[in-house]
C-alpha cells in the first residue's frame, strides 16, 4: 500500500475512558500514517501513548510528529511516548503555527516543566529535532512522500497537512472553524480530490450555532466540502466527549444517509484508499 492511516486516538477536548466511550474509543487525537517507508505520527494526544507501544514492538526507531497545535487535547500524550525516552530512536517533531511565538520546543518544554510535570524535556534520551514552518508550506520526504500544509481557522492557529505518495493522497482537517453558508476555501484547495480526508466533526449542524467561536466544525460540513472537491472517503473525527457511543452510532447511521462515503473514525481503524 503507497498509504494508510490508523487512528490511536479520536476524541477531541479531553479523554473519556468510559463505559459509553468504548466503541469509538475515549483517546484523544493521535493518527499515524503509513506512507512508502516512512511512518507518520499527526498529533500527540492521550492515544500516542498506545502509539509508542506499537513502535517499540516493531522497532520503529525514527520518526516525524506533525502536529496541528498544541492545545493540550493535541499534545497531552507526548510525556508518556515511550520511543522518546529511548537512547536509540530519533524523532522530528514539527508544528506550523508557533514560528513567531517561541516554537514548538518551548511549548513542549513548558508542558513538562515543574510543577506540572516531574520529568522535564531535557530528560528524554531520544534525539529530539524541532522544526516550526509556516501552516501553508510544502516538503518532500525521502521516498518521494509530499506533505502539504495549510492554515486552518482555529483559536491560536492550526495547521491542516495533506500527505501524497504513490499517486494517493490522505488530508488531515482537524480543529477547524467553517462559516456557515461560506465554504472554506483554503481546506477546499487542500482537500481536492484526495482518496481520504479526516474532517473535523466535533458538531453537528444543529449544534454548531452554540459552539460558534470554539474553533470546531460539524460532520454535514465535513460532507459538503468532500462532495464539492471530489473526495472519495471522509472520516468523521475529533468527537465531542458528550458524544457517547450510542450518539456516535446515530451520527454513523445519519452520515451515512447523506452521503456513502462517510465513515465515523474509531480506535484501531486502518483505512487505505480505494477500500
Not at 155 to 160: F, H, I, R, W
Not at 170 to 180: Q, R
Request: aromatic letters at 10%; a negative charge.
Amino acid at each position: 500500500m503507497s498509504v494508510a492511516v490508523k487512528f490511536w486516538g479520536v476524541r477531541g477536548s479531553i479523554a473519556c475512558p468510559s463505559p459509553q466511550h468504548v466503541v469509538y474509543g475515549g483517546n484523544t487525537s493521535c493518527l499515524e500514517i503509513y506512507a512508502g517507508d516512512h511512518r507518520i505520527i499527526l498529533d500527540a494526544g492521550t492515544g500516542i501513548r498506545n502509539l509508542g507501544f506499537e513502535f517499540i514492538k516493531d522497532g520503529v526507531k525514527k520518526g516525524m510528529l506533525m502536529l496541528t497545535h498544541s492545545h493540550w487535547d493535541h499534545i497531552n500524550g507526548f510525556p508518556f511516548f515511550g520511543p522518546a525516552f529511548m537512547a536509540n530512536s530519533e524523532f522530528t517533531i514539527c508544528a506550523g503555527h508557533l514560528s513567531d511565538v517561541g516554537g514548538i520546543e518551548n511549548v513542549l518544554a513548558n508542558q513538562m516543566a515543574n510543577p506540572t510535570f516531574p520529568v522535564p524535556l531535557a530528560a528524554l534520551q531520544a534525539q529530539l529535532n524541532y522544526e516550526d514552518f509556516k501552516a501553508g508550506a510544502t516538503w518532500t520526504m525521502d521516498g518521494g512522500v509530499v506533505v502539504k500544509t495549510a492554515p486552518l481557522n482555529h483559536p491560536n492557529g492550526a495547521t491542516g497537512y495533506r500527505i501524497e505518495h504513490g499517486g494517493k493522497s490522505i488530508c488531515y482537517v482537524t480543529d477547524t472553524e467553517h462559516i456557515i453558508g461560506k465554504p472554506d476555501e483554503t481546506v477546499m484547495a487542500l482537500i481536492e480530490g484526495a482518496d481520504i480526508v479526516v474532517y473535523d466533526s466535533t458538531y453537528t449542524d444543529a449544534e454548531f450555532k452554540a459552539k460558534i467561536g470554539w474553533g470546531h466544525s460539524t460532520w454535514q460540513e465535513g460532507v459538503r466540502l468532500c462532495k464539492q472537491t471530489g473526495v472519495k472517503q471522509l472520516a468523521i473525527f475529533h468527537h465531542d466527549p458528550d458524544h457517547n457511543d450510542d450518539f456516535m452510532r446515530q451520527v454513523e447511521i445519519d452520515a451515512r444517509a447523506a452521503w456513502d462515503g462517510t465513515i465515523v473514525a474509531r480506535e484501531q481503524m486502518i483505512l487505505t484508499p480505494g477500500r
